[in-house]
């Protein structure tokens, strides 16, 4: 095992988490209905591991060396698929619906939406045990704006119960933030 050897695990480590990373990103552009992007990733994507699985198997390798070539193949995998998701995650724009559950019917938290700019339809609820009436407030945004719009909620009802959702498309409405 000399240094070209290590220079080929490195290659094919490497490799192997840019080729995961586009698989990721190409999957969330498949999900998202945009497949041109998809189909020109995917193109890439399998043309980088046709050529790091033929460096990886025409090696001539023994014992060992054919186990760290493994290694080398799953840790790039893995690295990719993290990487790849973090990436999307911070790159890809996405449209989600926060769907909250207000401790109450007070009007603080909806007009602090209102003011930073949040479109949001507010319906009256019923807690199933308590019969309490509270505010259910749906917000349709995009994944950038998830933070604040927590730290938002939070400030004003800290109790408040939030779930996220991915949205694949909307027709009409106010779909926007000015914050």
Same mark, same amino acid.
């Given at each position: 095992?000399?240094?070209?050897?290590? *220079?080929?695990?490195?290659?094919?480590?490497?490799?192997?988490v840019i080729d995961v990373s586009l698989g990721t990103t190409r999957t969330v552009f498949t999900v998202r209905g945009k497949?041109? *992007?998809?189909?020109?990733?995917?193109?890439?994507?399998? !043309?980088?591991?046709?050529?790091?699985?033929?460096?990886?198997?025409?090696?001539?390798?023994?014992?060992?060396?054919?186990?760290?070539?493994?290694?080398?193949?799953?840790?790039?995998?893995?690295?990719? #698929?993290?990487?790849?998701?973090?990436?999307?995650?911070?790159?890809?724009?996405?449209?989600?619906?926060?769907?909250?559950?207000?401790?109450?019917?007070?009007?603080?938290? #909806?007009?602090?939406?209102? $003011?930073?700019?949040?479109?949001?339809?507010?319906?009256?609820? !019923?807690?199933?045990?308590?019969?309490? $009436?509270?505010?259910? *407030?749906?917000?349709? !945004?995009?994944?950038?704006?998830?933070? #604040?719009?927590?730290?938002?909620?939070?400030?004003?009802?800290?109790?408040?119960?939030? !779930?996220?959702?991915?949205?694949?498309?909307?027709?009409?409405?106010?779909?926007?933030?000015?914050a």
């Open positions: 095992m000399g240094p070209d050897f290590f *220079i080929l695990c490195l290659i094919v480590c490497f490799g192997r497949p041109y *992007i998809a189909a020109s990733i995917a193109f890439i994507e399998v !043309t980088l591991w046709f050529l790091i699985v033929r460096e990886a198997l025409n090696c001539e390798t023994k014992g060992l060396e054919t186990y760290l070539i493994a290694i080398s193949y799953a840790l790039g995998y893995s690295l990719g #698929t993290l990487l790849g998701g973090l990436v999307t995650s911070k790159v890809i724009r996405t449209k989600i619906n926060v769907q909250i559950i207000a401790t109450n019917k007070d009007d603080e938290l #909806t007009n602090a939406l209102s $003011e930073a700019g949040f479109g949001a339809t507010i319906l009256l609820a !019923t807690g199933a045990t308590t019969k309490e $009436e509270r505010y259910m *407030i749906l917000i349709e !945004t995009d994944n950038k704006k998830l933070k #604040t719009l927590k730290a938002l909620i939070n400030e004003h009802d800290p109790k408040a119960f939030i !779930t996220v959702s991915d949205i694949k498309s909307t027709h009409n409405g106010y779909f926007g933030n000015r």
